[in-house]
C-alpha cells in the first residue's frame, strides 16, 4: 500500500522530460484503469451471473453467461411465476413509499430549521444549535436497541408511521442547509422585509429558491440515505408485508435461503442498486465535491 | 463564523436604533423593531420545533428509555416501569465487564474482532483513498470524472446489495476462488471461517500452540493468545467490503482538499528544487491535514458502528461479531433488553474515547506523515 503512495508521489510535478512525462501518464492510467476494474468489477460480474442460469453461475461464476438466460429477469418482472417476484414488487413499492415520505419530511424540515438557525434570531438559538451538532456525534448504531424500546412502546412496530418517523430528522442535513442559507445574500431578504413580506413568505418565495442546489443536494442524499437504510427498518418492523428491497434482500443472508439461486439474487441486487446510481448521474452535477463537504462539519 | 455575521448584521441594527432614538419617528420605529424582533423570536422557534419534538421522542427520550432499561433485567414482556421488572443496578455492565463469564467472553471476542477490522480498515481505506486522488488530481489527466465516479459508486450503493454481491464472490466456487486458482492456490472457505489471520503468521513462524505465557494470561476473560488471533478469514472479506465501500468517499473529500491547494506552490517547490516526495511530504500532506484528520475520524466512527456487511455477510459466523452486532443479537434475538441496552452505552463510551484519542494525537503532532 505505501508502494502506491510512493509512486503516487513522484506524479505531482509537472516538469519532466518527455519521455518521463509520457512513462507517468501510462503508469497513472494503468493504476487508475486497474482500480475502475476492481471497484466496478463486482457490479459487471452480478451483472453477468443475472443472466446466467443458476448451474452456470456456480460452474462459471466470472465468465461471459453462456447459455445466456433471461429467466432470472423474467422471474424478477413478474412474466413467470416465483415467489421472489411477487415479494420483489412489494419491496419495491415499499422501498419508494418510505423513501417519499422521508425525504420530503428531511428536506422540508431540514429547511426550515436550517433557516431559523441561519438567519432568525430566536431566544436558545445557540443551544438548538449545540444540540444538533451533539446528535451529529451520537453513532446510528447505539440507537439500534434505544429505538426499538421507544417503538415497542408507543406501540408503533410494524408500521410505516414507525419506520419513517424516526428518521426525518438528519441533523447533517440542517446544518449542510444551514451552512448554505448563510452564504447567500442577506439583502434580497433585507428588501423583502422592508416591503413588507413575513418571515414564512421571505423564505419560501426567496430564500428557498435561491437555495435550490442545496435543496437538490440534500434531497438527492437522503434519498440515497433512505433508499438505502437497513438497520433503523430491522428493528421498526418484523412482518413481510413492510419490508423495503434491503430487507427484504437480507433474507439472503450469506446465500441462504435462496437454493443458490445466484442470478435471482443478483439480479435483486441490482434492481436495488440501480435506481440510486440513476438518481445519483442525474444530478451528478450539483455535486462535485459537494456529497463529501456535506460530511465535512 | 457565520453566526458572527448575523450577529453583526443585529448590532449594526441596534447601533442604528439608538442613534435615531431622539426623533418620535424613531421611537416609532424602535418599537416596530423590537416587535419584529419577537415575532422572529417565535417564528425562529416555530421553523425548529418539528426537528425538536421528533430528536425528543425518537432519540433523547430513547436514549434515557434505554439508560433506564440498562439496569434492569426486562426481557419484553410487560413494561419496562412495571413492578414484576427486576432492576439490578450495574449488574448488566459488570456482567459485560467484570464478572467472568459466557456473556463477558463473547463481548471481548467481539471487541478483539471489531479491533483488528478498525486498525486494518481505518488505514488501508485511507492510504488507498489517499492514493487514488493524488493520482485524480493531476493536472493533464483525461477522463477523470469518469474514474471519479468509478470510484464513488460502491460509496452510493445499499450495503446490502453490495453484501450479496461479494457473498457471491466469495462463495467456494465464487469469481475469487477462480481468481485464486489461476495462479494455483486451492479454493479457500472465506465464509465461516474463524481461522485468525495471527495465529496463521505464528503458525508459519513455528509457534502452533499458545506459549505458556500468553495461554495463562488473560483480559477480559480471554487468553492473550486469543487476543492475538488477528482477523479471522470471514472479517478479512469483511475488510475487504468496507475498505471497498468507504474509500470512494473518502477519496472524493481528499480530492477536494487537494483541489484548493493552488498549482502554483508545486511549481514553486520544483523550482526551488524539491523533489516530489519532498514535496508530498513538506507540502501537500502538510495542507492536507485537515482533510485527513477528518477522513480517519470519520473512519473510527464508522468502523466501530460496522453492522449492515456482517448481518449480510456472515450473521456473526466465523468470529465475525462486533460489539454493535452483539448489541443486536443479544437485544433483538435473545430478548435481553436490559444488556444490550448495557453494551449500547459501551459502544458509545469506545467511539467517544476513540475519536477523543485519535483527536488528541492530530493535534498534538504538528506532522501528519
Redesign the interface.
Known sequence: MSATTEETASTIGDQDSPAAAATKKVVSYGVLTFFALIYLGPFLVSLAASFKTPASAVSNPLGLPNPFSTSAWKELFGFTDSVLTIKLGRWTLNSILVTACITVGRVGLASLAGYALARLKFPGRKQVLGLILGVMMVPGVVLLIPRFLVLKQLDIRNTYFGMIFPLLVDCAAIFLMKQNFEALPISVEEAARIDGASTFRTFRSIVLPMARPSLIAVTVLSIQGAWNEFTMFLVATDRPEFNTLTLGLSQFQGGRGSGSNYPLLMGAALVTTIPIIIVFFTFQRYFNGDAAAGSDK | M??A??ES??AFADAGGSELSASDAAREARKSLKQR?R???????L??S???I??T???I???L??LY?SFTKWN?QG??FSDKVERVGLKNYKDLLVNDGLTRKNFASALRNNFYFVILVVP?QT??A???A???N????KAKS??R???Y??S???????G??????F?N???IN??VGWFGISPVQW??NSTGLGHTLFGLAGIDKAPGFLANNDVLGMSLWNWLSGPSTSMCIIIILAI?TTS??FM??L??GL?TIPHSI??A??IDGAT??Q???YL?LPMLKK?IV?VVT?GL?GT??V??QI?????G?GETTTP?YL??TT??REGR?GA??AL??I??AI??IFTAVQRYIGREKGDVA
Open positions: 457565520s453566526i455575521v448575523s448584521v443585529g424582533r415575532k422572529e423570536g417565535m417564528m425562529g422557534w421553523f425548529v418539528p426537528v425538536l421528533l430528536l421522542v425518537f432519540l427520550i430513547p436514549i428509555l434505554a432499561v419484553g413494561g419496562p488501508l492510504l488507498l489517499l492514493a487514488l493524488l493520482i485524480l493531476q493536472r493533464k489527466l469518469f474514474f465516479t468509478a470510484f459508486i460502491p452510493l450503493s445499499s450495503s446490502i446489495a453490495i450479496l454481491i461479494f457473498v457471491f464472490l462463495s466456487s465464487g469469481g477462480t481468481i465464509v465461516n471497498w470512494g468517499t472524493l473529500l480530492l477536494a483541489q508545486n511549481e517547490a520544483a516530489r516526495r514535496t508530498l511530504r501537500t482533510q477528518l470519520l466512527i466501530w458502528q453492522f449492515d448481518y449480510i455477510m456472515s450473521d459466523a454493535a448489541t443486536y437485544g433483538m433488553y444490550a441496552s449500547a452505552f459502544v458509545f467511539i467517544l
